[in-house]
T-cell receptor
Framework: AQSVTQLDSQVPVFEEAPVELRCNYS??????LFWYVQYPNQGLQLLLK??????LVKGINGFEAEFNKSQTSFHLRKPSVHISDTAEYFC?????????????FGAGTRLAVHP | EAQVTQNPRYLITVTGKKLTVTCSQN?????MSWYRQDPGLGLRQIYY???????DKGDVPEGYKVSRKEKRNFPLILESPSPNQTSLYFC??????????????FGQGTRLTVV
């Protein structure tokens, strides 16, 4: 079965510090990879996505992620976080299965940025 | 503005009282789906629809129904809600599977409490 594992349920960090949110997936087929962000009381917003090509993907708000096929990872990074980055972050894998496109989500990582 | 609109945003109901959560998208997307979000479990797919009159079960369909009579609307129906359906629900839409720029757009969410 395909799965997505976010290795940290919560990540506290001080403002202007770097952060890495880890994501590993299991899949025997090619996948598309996504990171979504959920701000308090809001829906999910796409941060970035990997479909093909360069393994380093840049997204909105200064975030980037690196696809590592051999380690089946897609970790999210930001060199300097702001208070406004406090949110929950979801890693997701898009699989083509049975003729349809299915998004499988990780359990989420809550990023708390402190002053 | 491209958007997915869910209503209501918040709902408290009693066990057994039928309810419907509406979802509408203005992007002419063929594919729509419903997810529930629970702490520590991420988002899990309830039902999805590939097009008008085409729906199928996701990972957690028990206790839910859907319909897709028009392309833009995809309501979620709880015929007899129970407390274990207390959750945060998201509707999402995207172009058909296989398109390179596939990206799911999410509604703002509906927080349902069943007492």
């Amino acid at each position: 079965a395909q799965s997505v594992t976010q290795l940290d349920s919560q990540v506290p960090v001080f403002e202007e510090a770097p952060v890495e949110l880890r994501c590993n997936y299991s899949s025997s087929v090619s996948v598309y990879l996504f990171w979504y962000v959920q701000y308090p009381n809001q829906g999910l917003q796409l941060l970035l996505k990997y479909l093909s090509g360069s393994t380093l993907v840049k997204g909105i708000n200064g975030f980037e992620a690196e696809f590592n096929k051999s380690q089946t990872s897609f970790h999210l990074r930001k060199p300097s976080v702001h208070i406004s980055d406090t949110a929950e972050y979801f890693c997701a894998v898009s699989l083509f299965s049975g003729g349809y496109n299915k998004l499988i989500f990780g359990a989420g990582t809550r990023l708390a940025v402190h002053p | 503005e491209a958007q997915v609109t869910q209503n209501p945003r918040y709902l408290i109901t009693v066990t057994g009282k039928k309810l419907t959560v509406t979802c509408s998208q203005n992007m002419n997307h063929e594919y729509m789906s419903w997810y529930r979000q629970d702490p520590g479990l991420g988002l899990r797919q309830i039902y999805y629809s590939m097009n008008v009159e085409v729906t199928d079960k996701g990972d957690v369909p028990e206790g839910y129904k859907v319909s897709r009579k028009e392309k833009r609307n995809f309501p979620l129906i709880l015929e007899s809600p129970s407390p274990n359906q207390t959750s945060l629900y998201f509707c999402a839409s995207s172009p058909l599977p296989g398109q390179m720029n596939t990206e799911a757009f999410f509604g703002q969410g509906t927080r349902l409490t069943v007492v």
